[in-house]
Each structure stands twice: as C-alpha cells, then as structure tokens.
C-alpha cells in the first residue's frame, strides 16, 4: 500500500460475469440447442425423463434465465401490451391501471405503461413508440390523440381499446363509465335534495368525450326536472379566473337564500374546487355550500363528500379482456362497454340510499 495518499492506485475493472446462453445449458445437459428449446416451449412430452432432468439441473446450474423478448419475436408474439395514460397524478387512472395489471397477470401479457402528463405531443410520441416496441395490442386513455396516430394500429392488425373516452373517426372497442347516466343520477340527487342553484364544474371539453357526455347530461337533467343549473369551466392550469366566477356565483346564491350545490365533474377539479373553499370559508366550508363529484377519491369519505365512484378496476380488466378476444381471433362489431357507477351519499349533501346504475355492454 502506498504511503502517498495522493497518489493513485489503479485496480483493474470489475468482470461481469457473462450470463449463460442456450448453446452454455445444452453443452452442460450433454444434448442438443432443439431439446433445450423444446423444454423452454413446455414440450416436454418428446423427451425422456432422464433428459429433462439433466436439463433442468443444467439451467438450475447455470442459472439460465431465457430472452422471453427474443423467444416472442422468434414465435411471432411477445405478448406485451402497450397502455397509453394521460394523467398517472390521476387516482382514476391508478385504480384503472390496476385492474390492467391484474388482468394482464392472469392472462399472461406484460403491460408496458407509457405517461404523457396531459401532453398531446408527448402522447404522440409515446404511440409511435409503442410501434417500434411491436406491442400485440393497445389501450388508449388520452387527451388528444389523433386519429392518423390509431390508424397505424389499425392497419398493422394490432387491436385498440379506448379508455373512458372516444377518438373523433376511430371506431374500435371501448370501456369506460356509463357517463351519461352517472351524470343524471348525480343531478337528479341534488334536485331531490332541494338545492336551488346547480353548478356543473368541469375541464375543457374540447379533447375529452368522457366531459362532454357528462356536461351534455347534466344540462338535459336540469331542463327535464325544470331545475336551475349552469356550467363553469375549470381549466386546472390555470384556475384562478373560474375561482373568482365560483366566489361571484356562490355569494349571489347566498344572498338570494338560495341552497347552492357543486356538482364536479371529476376527482381532480373537486380536489381543486375543495381546497379553495376551505380556503375562502374555514374548515366548515361545507356549511355554506355543498360539494359532489364524479370519483370516489380517498379524500372524499373524509370530507364527508357525496360521489359517484367509477368501477375502475373492471374498467381497466374489461379493456385487457377484450384485447386477448381480439388477439384470439374474436370477429365482431366494434364493441361499447359501459359500466355502472354508484351513488355514495354522504354528509355534503344530506344523507339518502345509494342508488346504484346499471351497465350496459354493446356490440358483445
């Protein structure tokens, strides 16, 4: 050891161990690269019981992991499934994520899952993408794909499931809450509750079907019941302008005498709407308006806030479903599922019995 501590000391770099190949298992079994491939494909009924032993023990040995990647594109499959997100902050999409990873586990896919944060061009570069990894299928929930980006699936016979929402000039499988009867269910509580004003807090609708259907069905709900309801748009990037309109169209509610109800048409604008009335109004800020939303977030037991919760979990098992029907040759329509949500009453706008909705799947 060197007396010098500045003096460099060299040491030589560290070997890697090099990971054993079929060619390493075979000479060690004492057998062929066929009988090994043979035994990887579970075909191990045209061997004999003493050469699959001595196979076993040389992978054992070895420890011999094969390229599942390598052996897929060899059969023609590799068995992965590209999912499309818009928002993983989302508690929507990591419930439905799970029932997507669930699904793909029993039914032997591997999920690859690409985040575009809200961003269409990162959504666009994330589905070209997902073309170079030669993914067996896809499931989209975006913000605005275009409909060029989808058709290249379409042409390369890879399926498509679409994720809560459609894609103007694609028709293809799609999965997702029964919006509009959710929406009117919702409405027509707060009606029977005898709130006077009703207003419907949701994002821009521009790129999103699921929002405009919701919208779409609370407005009809409000004119069939002759209730009175508008809508405000809550762009979450920037919300400050449609806060000061809330402030505005609540206090004219309050001095009217008026029982005023938020009704939020997703988790993420009743987080943000929530946040900004304990803020305006203290801790007892639903003394002085009520708060519903679409989503059954965590938070919203403890806030003793009404909701309709999604069926996320099918939502997302449903979509991975129909990819392996379509993978196994299945031939049919286009299909539309629709699954219920369910009314959770709490204290934000009276108690009352939970009315659950009913699916409806088109096209199976």
Known sequence: MSDDPDKEIHRP??????????TDVAREAGTGKTSISRYLNGETG???????????????????RPNQ????LKRGRNRLIG???ADLTNPYSVEVLQGVEAACHALGYMPLICHAANEVDMERRYLQLLTTYRVEGVIVNALGVKEELLQAFAQGGI?????????EGIVTDMVGLDNA??????????????FDELLFLVQPVMHVSSRRLREASFRETVAALDAHGSTLIVDLADASAALVELDRRIEAARTAQR?????????????RVAVHLKERYGADWQASVALMSIDDSEWAQLAGMTAVRQPTYDIGRRAVEFLHERLGGTLVPPRECLLPGELIVRSSTRHAAGKILHATCQGT
Request: net charge positive; proline share 7%.
């Open 259 to 271: 029982r005023v109800a938020l009704f939020a048409a997703n988790g993420p604008v009743a987080l």
């Open 69 to 72: 990647m390598a052996r897929g």
């Open 83 to 85: 999912m499309l997100l």
């Open 13 to 22: 770099p560290a070997v890697r161990p090099r990971r054993a190949t079929i």
């Open 159 to 167: 399926p498509v499931v679409l994720v809560d929402r459609t894609v």
């Open 46 to 64: 045209v061997l004999s019981p003493d050469l699959r032993e001595r196979i076993e023990a040389a992978i054992a040995k070895l420890d011999y």
């Open 181 to 194: 009867a959710a929406a009117a269910i919702a409405t027509r509580h707060l009606v029977d509750e005898g």
